[in-house]
């Protein structure tokens, strides 16, 4: 775990971690989880639900051999389902509107380098994936595929 300059719990490291800055963060989450109430966690951090993918800023592959912070959540407190994205998550303008918004994930892997068009939120129960929704994004058109989700 990681502390903010005013000594509050920062950066979650692990599963255990999230829970401990949520329950500080969030009264209605420390809650659920004494009374063992389900709870949706949805993650917006890029490659959190990611085994595999390419960085090309660094110009280098990333591969866990263990689960992904999004499975061990979910597997640590079954009553938390988590939504996450396999790629990087693209935020941008919404063009009615004016307010940001998910544009899209955009997913990499060490063959296809540019965009597998592949990317989107998976959902995990006990540490499983269940379902995926493609929200693939290509920020070179700033377009989006969006396939209805499928359970796994």
């Known amino acids: 775990m990681s502390y903010d300059l005013n000594g509050e719990p920062g950066k979650a490291l692990n599963a255990q971690d999230v829970n401990m800055v949520m329950s500080a963060?969030?009264?209605e989450w420390k809650a659920r989880m004494i009374d063992g109430k389900q709870i949706v966690l949805i993650l917006l951090a890029c490659n959190t639900a990611s085994n595999e993918y390419y960085d090309s800023h660094f110009l280098n592959k990333?591969?866990?051999?263990?689960?992904?912070i999004a499975q061990k959540i979910s597997e640590a407190y079954p009553n938390i389902t988590?939504?996450?994205?396999?790629g990087y998550v693209w935020a941008g303008e919404a063009p009615k509107t004016g307010k940001t918004k998910v544009m899209g994930v955009q997913q990499t892997t060490d063959k296809e380098h540019n965009n597998t068009m592949r990317g989107g939120f998976v959902t995990i129960k006990n540490g499983k994936i269940v379902a995926k929704e493609v929200r693939a994004y290509d920020p070179k058109t700033q377009k989006q595929k969006v396939k209805p989700k499928e359970k796994l």
């Open 62 to 68: 990333t591969e866990r051999e263990a689960k992904t």
């Open 25 to 27: 963060k969030s009264p």
């Open 82 to 86: 988590v939504i996450a994205p396999d």
